[in-house]
Nanobody, 114 residues
Framework: QVHLVESGGGLVQPGGSLKLSCTAS????????MSWYRQAPGKERELAAR??????TYRDSVKGRFTISRDNGGSTVYLQMNSLKPEDTGKYYC?????????WGQGTQVTVSS
């Protein structure tokens, strides 16, 4: 059974850093597209970063500040977030894309505030 669990969120001051983790079970993570999405209050969920094989994609507003990666064992996806801004505040979700099916984690809250 596919299961995704996010961790690492929290409250951080502007300019600070956080590293999110998404631990996957029930499948080989490296075989599928893995993404981090985020959703701010009152807004739609949006893609922050995606990794599939060697291809990595970032939304423009996080380029140069966020880094998505996988561990060598293939069970965890990370999102290193640096130079955080108040507009990065939201709930961050891990997503796995299977042919015909999408799986989501429960999300982890990130709040950037002084």
């Amino acid at each position: 059974q596919v299961h995704l669990v996010e961790s690492g969120g929290g409250l951080v001051q502007p300019g600070g850093s956080l590293k999110l983790s998404c631990t996957a079970s029930g499948f080989t993570l490296s075989s599928y597209s893995m993404s981090w999405y985020r959703q701010a209050p009152g807004k739609e969920r949006e893609l922050a970063a995606r990794i599939f094989n060697t291809r990595i994609t970032y939304r423009d507003s996080v380029k140069g500040r966020f880094t998505i990666s996988r561990d060598n064992g293939g069970s965890t996806v990370y999102l290193q977030m640096n130079s955080l801004k108040p507009e990065d505040t939201g709930k961050y979700y891990c997503r796995a894309d299977f042919p015909g099916t999408i799986y989501w984690g429960q999300g982890t809250q990130v709040t950037v505030s002084s």
